[in-house]
């Protein structure tokens, strides 16, 4: 019970933290030229983003359902994609976007997929996503703090450090006996040694991911070049033009993972609400755009995706019945 209600103070702390920071930002832009920001929104734009995302999960759901159908555990693509609609939604408001690995829950409680097969799905791909993610917003950081002489780059290389410690575990959890076996003592814990075990019977599915390795790398390029869009489109909904002599296209390829990054630093806050914003707000800053336009920019992209993964309740739900 204590530990129930030190979870649920944490938890009201980082909501607390997180609107104390967005509520900073509105300070900051002007609260009366956000809301004009959001009054001359441009709906086709908007809607072309949604459905870019919505293309972006699909893909994603399709990399599960490979990787799944490989191991002998097929399960229908509208059944995945829901699944993945709730590990969405709670990546939405957990640290780190932890929140996400309860899709393999979610495909393990109500779909009858094993805990193992089902976390090797959502794992192997997460993998490669973070591998690519340190690597294109390392390169943009690199260019922000040598060409745009950013200051305190130090809290974007935090985020770098911390992504990168997080799939260094993920790494080894799954491929490596060794590092898992030094958890041997938790063996006979009551919910340890259950997560324990189920490593250890991830570790001998891991091995489908390395055989799927070519096309989950062509389709990670696919929702990369999707997600970079769907911000595109939201920036235009804003009616937001940057100063670059290249494509602006170009800028988002690079702009969503660096910011992505900045929810991978410990911070107090709902999956990195409030400072990732703050960071992209920075970062937008450099290129010409106003402070109300970026602000608008960085919360109608989180907010878009979170209504977006709204029905995902459904499957979560079903978890706490």
Same mark, same amino acid.
């Given at each position: 019970?204590?530990?129930?209600?030190?979870?649920?103070?944490?938890?009201?702390?980082?909501?607390?933290?997180?609107?104390?920071?967005?509520?900073?930002?509105?300070?900051?832009?002007?609260?009366?030229?956000?809301?004009?920001?959001?009054?001359?929104?441009?709906?086709?734009?908007?809607?072309?983003?949604?459905?870019?995302?919505?293309?972006?999960?699909?893909?994603?759901?399709?990399?599960?359902?490979?990787?799944?159908?490989?191991?002998?555990?097929?399960?229908?693509?509208?059944?995945?994609?829901?699944?993945?609609?709730?590990?969405?939604?709670?990546?939405?408001?957990?640290?780190?976007?932890? /929140?996400?690995?309860? !899709?393999?829950?979610?495909?393990?409680?109500?779909?009858?997929?094993?805990?193992?097969?089902?976390?090797?799905?959502?794992?192997?791909?997460?993998?490669?996503?973070?591998?690519?993610?340190?690597?294109?917003?390392?390169?943009?950081?690199?260019?922000?703090?040598?060409?745009?002489?950013?200051?305190?780059?130090?809290?974007?290389?935090?985020?770098?450090? /911390?992504?990168?410690?997080?799939?260094?575990?993920?790494?080894?959890?799954?491929?490596?006996?060794?590092?898992?076996?030094?958890?041997?003592?938790?063996?006979? @814990?009551?919910?340890?040694?259950?997560?324990?075990?189920?490593?250890?019977?991830?570790?001998?599915?891991? /091995?489908?991911?390395?055989?799927?390795?070519?096309?989950?790398?062509?389709?990670?390029?696919? !929702?990369?070049?999707?997600?970079?869009?769907? @911000?595109?489109?939201?920036?235009?909904?804003?009616?937001?033009?940057?100063?670059?002599?290249?494509?602006?296209?170009?800028?988002?390829?690079?702009?969503?993972?660096?910011?992505?990054?900045?929810?991978?630093?410990? !911070?107090?806050?709902?999956? /990195?609400?409030?400072?990732?914003?703050?960071?992209?707000?920075?970062?937008?800053?450099?290129?010409?755009?106003?402070?109300?336009?970026? !602000?608008?920019?960085?919360?109608?992209?989180?907010?878009?995706?979170?209504?977006?993964?709204?029905?995902?309740?459904?499957?979560?739900?079903?978890?706490?019945?």
């Amino acid at each position: 019970m204590k530990k129930f209600i030190t979870s649920k103070f944490q938890i009201a702390l980082d909501v607390v933290i997180s609107l104390l920071i967005v509520a900073a930002l509105l300070h900051f832009a002007g609260l009366e030229e956000f809301l004009d920001q959001l009054a001359s929104i441009d709906l086709f734009w908007l809607a072309a983003s949604i459905v870019l995302l919505l293309g972006m999960y699909l893909i994603m759901a399709f990399r599960i359902n490979i990787l799944l159908n490989e191991m002998g555990a097929p399960l229908s693509m509208v059944s995945i994609f829901k699944a993945h609609l709730t590990g969405m939604l709670l990546s939405d408001i957990t640290p780190a976007r932890s /929140g996400y690995l309860s !899709t393999a829950l979610v495909m393990h409680r109500n779909y009858k997929i094993s805990s193992e097969k089902a976390m090797v799905s959502i794992l192997g791909p997460q993998a490669y996503d973070f591998i690519f993610k340190i690597l294109i917003g390392g390169i943009a950081l690199l260019f922000l703090i040598e060409y745009a002489m950013i200051e305190n780059g130090w809290v974007m290389w935090a985020g770098v450090a /911390g992504l990168s410690f997080v799939l260094l575990v993920m790494l080894l959890l799954m491929y490596s006996r060794h590092f898992l076996n030094f958890f041997s003592f938790s063996e006979s @814990w009551p919910f340890l040694g259950k997560l324990y075990s189920m490593f250890h019977r991830v570790q001998d599915h891991s /091995g489908v991911v390395i055989k799927k390795t070519p096309i989950l790398l062509f389709l990670l390029v696919v !929702t990369w070049t999707l997600k970079a869009l769907s @911000w595109y489109a939201v920036a235009k909904a804003l009616h937001i033009t940057l100063s670059i002599p290249y494509p602006e296209e170009v800028f988002y390829f690079f702009f969503q993972p660096l910011v992505t990054m900045l929810e991978f630093v410990p !911070t107090p806050t709902l999956a /990195g609400l409030g400072f990732s914003e703050a960071g992209g707000v920075l970062v937008l800053s450099l290129f010409g755009v106003t402070a109300a336009q970026a !602000t608008a920019f960085m919360l109608v992209a989180r907010l878009k995706s979170t209504l977006v993964n709204l029905p995902g309740i459904e499957e979560a739900l079903k978890l706490i019945k």
